[in-house]
């Protein structure tokens, strides 16, 4: 009968109210995960407690491992014994501590607070390495969370016991607890009101960082691209397009002149074009990754295409903007689109299998706290972000920071560097998950899974020459992951130079003690694996922008005339350089 239940009739009713019950559920439990996310800080609490328990429990029943830790720790010990015994004898264990390198921590009993610590550290690196049947994930969050936790014990966070503290008190009769209580209330006030970092102020876009002259030449609700201003009488008939990450204001490649890639670029006779990402907001909360790849690189590209018509262009792209720029380039290979000359990687990843201690934080439980957080605001917040990285360098970032700001009462002097950095961006609700899930969690794009428009692509499908940077100290983009491009049967030139994330890509020539190695490896070459790599290529001293800049012009056509700023037939005035984007807050 019609309105038998189970009928045709009542089955839509039915499946309607399943429907919003389901909804009902989801909103309730992303509610919760959301206030816990925000309340903890994105850290999951249960992965925290499975990490603890299996660390504990695969401890607890390995007894020789035990034994083995004891033994080492005695030995430590007795070593330190030895040390304190002996008077010039240098104190520590293992190599130098940079919190205990002054003198003043070589004397007694400074020597023995620094040498017990180093102790207590040992002891806990080797319980949480090395047990048997421990995951070897869980092991490598269980010792990051030993190391976390003992920073905070480190004698140099304690003035009444770090020799430093103590001899600038004495010395300056304490004014410098003084400056230092003022440092704080003015951090903690900058804080509350969400103010950028004391001095980064002086450092305006427009003004003095992100001068270089140039135009806004297109602009849709994702990106304004930048044509920058000729310097030369002739430029490369190929341009350069350059793909920022989108969790970094673009400007970090044209910080002051005098260590602007961008205007080394230009001056070099190149035209260079350079994404400007809006800021997103609640409302493009829906902005997948295939919203960046059409709108933003494609959308840009096809301007570029427009200006300069039957040029190749020169693909860069740094950090997830490298990654964007792996994905539009074995696209457009598969699709035999030949738009591209070349493309270079700053610092960006294709296979996340070995991503470094950022992955810790990547896990289904911590993203689906992440996921609720930004479900209830539509995005990522920056300042969220950067608490995550600050974490990975804890030591340097927050505990050496506190020892010189609020014990020492010094002020390290802000640059252009530091003021980009206080100037976070946010990400979108759907392009963070999807970036979380499809990168991070399952390597798709390493493993042949990743689509586009429906069909799958594949790092082969990349035709093009690459040329890739990778630097010593990156924590978010670890040069071996980098150094995994060799895997595929491309046309690789590698750079591994010294320095971070950052600083190492922002190394322009002149600046001091920079040092890098480089090799090209042709795409049917074996494979070197990077420790031999590291080992067999020879380091250069300077600058690797020179090296860089003589690979494009070896890949580049005769010098002509400068194009015309914009697009042909224009109408619609947009701003001059650095346009209104990265204004956004």
């Not at 190391?147 to 010395?171: G, M, Y």
């Not at 410098?176 to 209580?181: A, T, V």
């Not at 428009?453 to 690459?466: K, L």
Request: hydrophobic share 40%; proline share 7%; with cysteine.
């Amino acid at each position: 009968m019609p309105n038998e239940k189970g009928s045709p009739v009542n089955k839509p009713i039915q499946t309607q109210a399943q429907q919003k019950w389901q909804d009902l559920v989801q909103q309730i439990d992303r509610h919760v995960h959301g206030t816990m996310g925000q309340a903890l800080g994105g850290i999951s609490p249960i992965q925290s407690t499975l990490v603890y328990l299996d660390w504990l429990g695969h401890l607890m029943t390995s007894p020789g491992k035990q034994l083995d830790v004891i033994k080492g720790t005695l030995e430590d010990a007795q070593q330190a014994a030895v040390n304190l015994m002996q008077p010039g004898q240098t104190p520590t264990l293992c190599c130098t501590d940079p919190r205990f390198a002054s003198g003043a921590w070589q004397k007694w009993p400074f020597n023995l607070y620094a040498q017990s610590f180093q102790i207590w550290e040992r002891s806990w690196d080797r319980a949480t390495h090395g047990v048997p049947g421990l995951n070897h994930k869980h092991e490598d969050v269980a010792a990051f969370a030993a190391r976390q936790w003992l920073d905070i014990f480190s004698p140099a966070n304690a003035p009444w016991v770090n020799p430093d503290v103590i001899d600038a008190t004495k010395a300056e009769q304490g004014r410098n607890l003084f400056r230092g209580s003022l440092n704080w209330l003015d951090d903690l006030q900058r804080i509350v009101q969400k103010l950028p970092p004391a001095g980064v102020d002086a450092f305006k876009v427009g003004e003095n960082v992100a001068i270089t002259p140039g135009k806004v030449v297109f602009r849709n609700d994702l990106i304004e691209l930048i044509q920058y201003s000729p310097s030369t009488g002739k430029v490369h008939a190929e341009p350069i397009l350059i793909v920022p990450a989108w969790i970094m204001k673009y400007y970090i490649l044209d910080l002051s002149p005098s260590n602007s890639m961008v205007k080394y670029l230009v001056d070099k006779g190149h035209t260079v074009f350079m994404i400007s990402w809006k800021n997103p907001t609640s409302a493009d909360r829906d902005k997948g990754m295939e919203t960046y790849r059409k709108d933003g690189v494609m959308a840009a590209m096809d301007t570029v295409s427009a200006i300069m018509p039957g040029r190749q262009i020169h693909g860069v792209g740094y950090c997830l903007g490298g990654t964007m720029l792996e994905i539009v380039a074995a696209t457009m290979g598969r699709d035999h689109d030949d738009r591209l000359a070349s493309i270079t990687l700053l610092a960006a990843q294709g296979d996340f299998s070995e991503a470094g201690e950022l992955l810790l934080f990547i896990n289904e439980s911590e993203v689906n706290l992440i996921e609720a957080m930004m479900a209830e605001q539509g995005v990522l917040q920056g300042s969220q972000m950067a608490a995550t990285f600050k974490l990975l360098h804890a030591s340097d970032l927050i505990w050496s920071r506190a020892l010189k700001d609020y014990m020492l009462g010094q002020r390290d002097k802000p640059n252009d560097m530091m003021s980009w950095n206080a100037d976070p961006t946010r990400m979108p609700y759907r392009m963070h998950s999807e970036y979380l899930h499809k990168l991070f969690l399952d390597n798709d794009l390493a493993s042949g899974r990743y689509e586009v428009d429906g069909a799958p692509i594949w790092f082969t499908d990349i035709r093009v020459p690459c040329f890739a940077v990778g630097t010593v100290s990156d924590h978010v983009a670890p040069w071996r992951s980098v150094y995994k491009l060799h895997l595929v049967p491309l046309d690789v030139t590698f750079v591994l130079t010294n320095g971070g994330h950052n600083a190492g890509i922002v190394s322009e020539p002149g600046h001091p003690n920079r040092h890098f190695q480089i090799h090209h490896r042709p795409a049917n070459e074996p494979y070197v694996a990077p420790e031999v790599w590291q080992t067999a290529v020879p380091n250069t001293d300077g600058s690797w922008w020179p090296a860089w800049q003589d690979w494009l012009v070896t890949r580049s056509s005769a010098m002509v005339a400068p194009p015309a700023m914009g697009l042909p037939g224009h109408k619609k005035k947009l701003p001059d350089a650095p346009g209104s984007y990265v204004l956004e807050q």
